[in-house]
């Protein structure tokens, strides 16, 4: 075995690494979270059995988070919308959350995606363009709510 590929001594610990945010953002992006994202994960962190490397997690994206409440303009697609869409297939429906808050399966959208980025500034009643990968489609913004 080629010494590259050895310690020196086999008796050095490693230094522990710093906890990583759960979800990757690029370099100089806010880290942004629905306020009721951050109760979810208040409440996640004090519940019992929470794992030691879950709870790093948990803290640093509540330290590195910026909580956005809910815009004035209600009428304009923002972050923490739900905005229900007409599209070629039938409607659908998207809630534009933060990185650490994505959950396809409610339909729960990180804003950085590139379905969140078409909506957003969109009003109700307009209508995107939004290339999945069936192919390009245009989309109505049929809703938006603000929970």
Request: aromatic letters at 6%.
């Amino acid at each position: 075995m080629s010494k590259a590929f050895t310690r020196e001594s086999d008796d050095e610990h490693d230094e522990p690494l710093a906890p990583r945010p759960s979800a990757a953002l690029p370099p100089g992006t806010k880290n942004l979270l629905t306020p009721d994202g951050a109760e979810r994960l208040r409440e996640e962190l004090d519940a019992p059995g929470c794992a030691p490397k879950r709870r790093r997690q948990i803290e640093e994206t509540l330290r590195t988070a910026v909580v956005t409440p809910s815009p004035a303009d209600r009428g304009v697609v923002r972050f923490g919308a739900v905005v229900a869409v007409r599209r070629d297939g039938g409607e659908a429906s998207y809630r534009i959350v933060g990185v650490d808050e994505t959950d396809p399966d409610r339909g729960w959208v990180s804003w950085l995606s590139p379905i969140a980025k078409a909506l957003l500034g969109a009003r109700s009643g307009g209508r995107v363009r939004f290339r999945f990968p069936s192919g390009e489609e245009e989309l109505e913004i049929v809703a938006i709510d603000y929970p």
